[in-house]
């Protein structure tokens, strides 16, 4: 999280930053209105100074006694009257002190205090919105507030971590948010905060106590802002326990019903994917117009592809590769069975049918751009240590700069989809789960033709739906797909889910390590043996999203059945980790390990799938060994055997599935979610990658995501 902050003074906070930057005449107008009401006076030099303000450190009592005076200040600034050019503002944000009053929020974990907040008032008068008693409202608060009297490094370190874990509630709690803003204050001292997808600041402190023109601005902009100002979405709106998203421009209206899933991020950049079932509306939002969809709330960098885009560009490249589909002598000329069901989809004009797909999209707001002028800063929220650790004991060699830190600015995206689908680790039947797999696979074929990677295979990416009583599958989530040829020259980062990922993607290396070239026994020389041409980065392949689909299939047999051995092994191998374990590692380089292991571990309901994992798992090994060996790492016809080993193969699994009593599977979580570790279904961590092409990490995508989900019925 230290890697999202950066600092700037106060004066490019106000530019760049604050809701809007109060103009001369508009502070001038506060200081007069707070002289009128006594809450300032004059001194000997004609300085304008708060009134009863002293030092906080030499008072006696509580925070909220002691930091009264500033309650005066703001209560005074309500009745200001902003200069000409403002002149239409009204004041929308009142301060109120509340230290003994909780926040509610939708999240029950939560129970955090803050001294106080600048509220929103909506109908209500200031009065009520500070005198009414119960909890305060999250999804009112504007602006969160710390006090602490002194400025200790343990106060003022302590002020920090409560600001950015308020602000974090506050902008994931409540869906409105696009940015949210906190005032820390220790001692004489104020500094300010604003929280986004992006980045977040803190302006450097100034002396609230000699710069009453400074204070006077900072709240000027927090109490007249509008609420779009202050981070509200106008595009949502909140209706009893629904909200209705408009799409502006297309004037469509779309009410949420249910949340499907949320992916929460530990940090407060980042995406903040949500998924509804929801139903489009009228404008009045009195009557439903249309069958239930699905709706993706998400943040994406502001220059990155969006998914309709993407899947756009997919399907006319699908639809352009019929020709050498159906070529008999073409790329599928060894696989007469893959190429005439391909070339039928193709010819029918079907191959949509294997995504879900997108029924209209709107890209929203822009996050604020990073101000020229801001600097990274880290250990804005660890405590200093009084004695510095010896240098055997730092976690980094202090002589190297820190990494350079890349705060690209996001857009929101929402996508809405045609269907509403089940999850495959929602679905409680092998047979089920069979059926949505082989489609699964008929997509990634097309996907292959087509030239391109989708990048993302896993139990959620993998939907099912019933046509006529049998089930059948659909692809999802084509936000990550590339071109093949397109993806960088650098390493892909590890992207999608950890349980699914490709060994070599997680490891960053290949699973055949290079080769010498041989030299004709009882020659020596002084000179080092060549090696072999250096390859190429490791980078996502046609193969790689196989082997996800086969990670998929073998989680499905370990974990989905109650059966204490299976699952203990499922444990060790599927894990919420970037690293691989060393018992996944085993699977993968071990040639005999997974055949000990299943056959040792496997209920006997699906013993009879063993085997043909453990055979395809030696093809997947034996495919990428050759062609590493071979160097034909970016030669897309070397991926069609094993394109055509994966057909045979689920078609035997199909065929097994077909033939046999239909086996019960239990996917669902069986205990809270956990940042790291074993066990829990994959659907509730996942790792979403980077948008960027050039290398440069996305910021908020180095943690895993928690997610709160909700099964589809």
Excluded at 442 to 462: E, F, K, M, P
Aim: glycine share 4%.
């Amino acid at each position: 999280m230290d890697s999202e902050f950066v600092v700037c003074d106060l004066d490019t906070f106000r530019e760049s930053y604050l809701p809007f930057n109060p103009s001369e005449e508009d502070i001038q107008s506060g200081l007069r209105t707070l002289h009128d009401r006594g809450r300032a006076s004059f001194d000997a030099q004609n300085n304008l100074w708060g009134k009863n303000f002293t030092q906080p450190s030499h008072h006696n009592g509580t925070e909220t006694k002691i930091f009264s005076s500033l309650q005066g200040i703001f209560d005074a600034l309500t009745g200001c009257r902003l200069g000409e050019a403002n002149a239409a503002r009204r004041c929308n944000f009142v301060f109120c002190s509340h230290p003994d009053r909780p926040l509610s929020a939708d999240t029950p974990e939560y129970n955090h205090r803050i001294d106080g907040s600048f509220i929103r008032l909506g109908l209500r008068s200031p009065e009520d919105v500070c005198t009414t008693p119960g909890p305060i409202s999250m999804a009112d608060v504007g602006v969160s507030v710390k006090f602490k009297t002194n400025k200790l490094d343990k106060d003022v370190y302590d002020n920090r971590k409560k600001i950015l874990s308020a602000s974090n509630h506050i902008i994931n709690d409540d869906i409105r948010r696009m940015f949210t803003f906190g005032i820390t204050v220790e001692g004489d001292e104020m500094s300010v905060w604003y929280f986004s997808r992006s980045h977040s600041v803190k302006s450097t402190p100034f002396n609230f106590i000699q710069n009453l023109k400074d204070l006077t601005a900072v709240c000027l902009s927090f109490m007249f802002s509008s609420d779009e100002e202050m981070g509200y979405d106008p595009c949502v709106t909140q209706s009893k326990d629904d909200y209705i998203y408009h799409f502006e421009g297309k004037d469509r209206y779309f009410r949420t019903r249910r949340l499907i899933a949320e992916y929460r991020s530990l940090c407060i950049t980042g995406r903040m994917t949500r998924i509804w079932e929801a139903v489009e509306v009228n404008r009045e939002q009195t009557r439903e117009i249309r069958k239930p969809v699905v709706l993706k709330d998400v943040w994406l960098d502001a220059v990155a592809q969006t998914e309709k885009q993407i899947q756009d560009e997919i399907f006319h490249d699908i639809q352009a590769s019929s020709e050498s589909v159906l070529d008999p002598h073409g790329q599928l000329e060894e696989f007469p069975a893959m190429r005439a069901r391909l070339g039928q989809v193709l010819a029918k004009g079907r191959y949509k049918e294997y995504f879900l797909r997108i029924e209209c999209d709107y890209q929203g707001k822009i996050t604020k751009p990073l101000a020229p002028s801001a600097s990274p800063k880290r250990g804005l929220f660890d405590t200093p240590l009084s004695t510095p650790p010896p240098t055997s004991q730092c976690p980094f060699n202090p002589t190297r700069a820190p990494p350079q830190m890349y705060h690209t600015p996001r857009r929101q995206y929402r996508v809405v989809y045609n269907e509403v689908c089940k999850a495959m680790h929602d679905l409680d039947s092998l047979q089920a789960i069979t059926r949505a797999t082989v489609d699964c696979l008929t997509a990634l074929q097309l996907l292959y033709c087509a030239g391109w990677v989708h990048r993302d295979i896993s139990s959620g990416n993998i939907l099912a739906y019933e046509v006529e009583g049998t089930v059948r599958g659909k692809l999802a989530d084509l936000e990550y797909a590339k071109k093949f040829a397109s993806t960088p020259r650098c390493s892909d980062p590890r992207t999608g889910t950890p349980f699914f990922m490709p060994f070599e993607i997680q490891r960053q290396q290949y699973i055949s390590p290079p080769s010498r070239k041989s030299i004709p026994l009882a020659i020596f020389s002084e000179d080092p043996t060549p090696s072999t041409p250096a390859r190429p980065p490791v980078r996502f392949n046609f193969q790689h999203d196989l082997e996800s689909l086969w990670w998929v299939l073998l989680w499905v047999v370990t974990r989905g059945l109650d059966h204490a051995p299976s699952r203990k092994f499922a444990d060790k191998v599927f894990q919420h980790q970037s690293e691989a374990s060393a018992e996944r590692r085993s699977v993968i380089m071990d040639e005999t390990y997974l055949l000990d292991e299943l056959e040792k571990c496997l209920h006997p309901s699906v013993q009879k799938y063993g085997a043909s994992l453990d055979q395809c798992l030696m093809q997947l090994r034996a495919s990428y060994e050759q062609r590493e060996q071979a160097g034909n790492l970016e030669n897309p016809a070397s991926y069609t055997p094993i394109h055509g080993t994966m057909d045979r193969f689920l078609k035997f699994w199909k065929s097994t599935v077909d033939k046999n009593d239909d086996v019960r599977i239990d996917l669902q979580p069986k205990r809270a979610p956990s940042t790291g570790g074993s066990a829990n279904p994959p659907h509730q961590t996942k790792r979403e990658p980077p948008e960027d092409d050039n290398g440069e990490p996305s910021q908020g995508n180095r943690s895993l995501k928690r997610i709160r989900r909700l099964s589809i019925s």
